[in-house]
């Protein structure tokens, strides 16, 4: 009887075996991803502890062998060669222990885009102005998308939920608007495949998204968010998935759930769209995504990455008061940001929303981030990709002239409605700002006002909610300036 029972034990674990299936993929190595192009590309997860990993891409010749570790987990690089314009070829990887199979299939070779932030990169192509013209073009099965499902750690994890799928307009409804909207431009003037990953969530600060050794290692940022935290109650919780307003803003959680996964794969750059939640902040948001920026690029181990980011757009705050100007100054706090080396900012200014912290017309930041990524990243240096730049400032009597950087202009200024430009202020020494009329002449604006009659300093589109005219030919905005070095009211 004993016999008879330990044959059908073993039957019963012949047939279970997958069940205890060892081999496993890391959670972001899927079906229907896009492989990035001209890298060494990782592949990651867990075997059996010394037992050895094959792994085998259907454009290599041999397979490339590695052992498992003591704790179980491989990591196997493969070449990957130049993706083609034209070229939607769809492959497989195999990867084989002497026992078991794995293979990823549908895929494609081309360029990841990792796009992070909160609420406006979060915000949704179904909410976006146009979006039944963009949802009625998205089915595009060389455009591939994942979307990361929201989650919390107090430690560095690597799994996530969220799957690799094709571009419809089913799946791409859903996606972040700013996202798809960079990606579906980089595709079309590319024609390579290109591949969308959104791991973010609305409300997060930014000091969530970075590791907590970075932020203990900086005095400021030490001092500003990890110790203030791990000195409170909530640093004692068991962290779990669910979203609250204050848990998006703790320290290094989403850092350590929503970017840590992914810091062993091969990408092309970065997107970043956050800072309402900080806005209040100067010099400690100006180190801390600074620091978030090179810690980013540290761990996912691929040189100085680009990373792309958008100026927080116009908003009131329910008061319509042009002296209340706390989201201009932290506008020029963000533009701070791009002294980093490979980083550049976009700018809302003239595409937001007074009255909405959401803007609805998401298309234009896409489009912006896609224009600096095919100047600097794709090496299309005719291409316009920035707004004029606020140079130097000249004072005649009461009248000042504005000259901009000559790079900056493109083919010359104009207003998007036709009409003078908007929201220039002056003052003189008592540093009482007044609305003031201005005009385009060539390459300068000529700004005056009778309420000043020797005035000594000048600010374009610095307060809280301006949404301006003023730009260059090829549509991008003047960026928002002020001439003078006085300290902020507050």
Known sequence: ??????????????VCKPCFSVLKLADALQSNMVVQQNKAFRVWGTATAGHKVSVLADWLANPTTVVADKNGEFLALIDVPLAKAGDFTTHQILVQTQDEKLSLTNLLIG???????Q???QFSVKEMIGANEVLSSANQPHIRLLSVGLNFSATPIGN??????ESTSDNVKDFSAVGYTFGKKLYDELNIPIGLIFSGIGASGVQAFVPQEKLQNN???NETYLKPYL???KAKEKIDAGFSFEKVVRPFLLYNALINPFTNLSIKGFCWYQGEA???ERESYVTATQTLIKSWRTNFKQGDLPFYYVQIAPYFHEKEDDKLAYDAFFREAQAKVATLNNTAMVSTIDVGEAKDLHPKNKKPVGLRLAAVALNRTYSKQNLVDQGPEYNYVTFKKNVATIHFKAESLGSGLNTNDGNAPRFFYMAGEDQVFHLADAVIEGNTVVVSSKKVKKPVALRYAFFNYPVTNLQNREGFPVLPFRTDHWAEIK
């Open 160 to 165: 996530f939920s969220g799957k690799w799928q």
């Open 119 to 121: 609420s406006n990169m």
């Open 1 to 14: 009887m004993k016999a008879i029972k330990y044959l059908l034990l073993l039957c019963l674990l012949a």
């Open 219 to 221: 005095k400021l940022l």
């Open 278 to 280: 900080n806005h209040m």
């Open 231 to 233: 000195a409170s109650p």
């Open 111 to 117: 360029d990841i885009w990792f796009c992070s932030g």
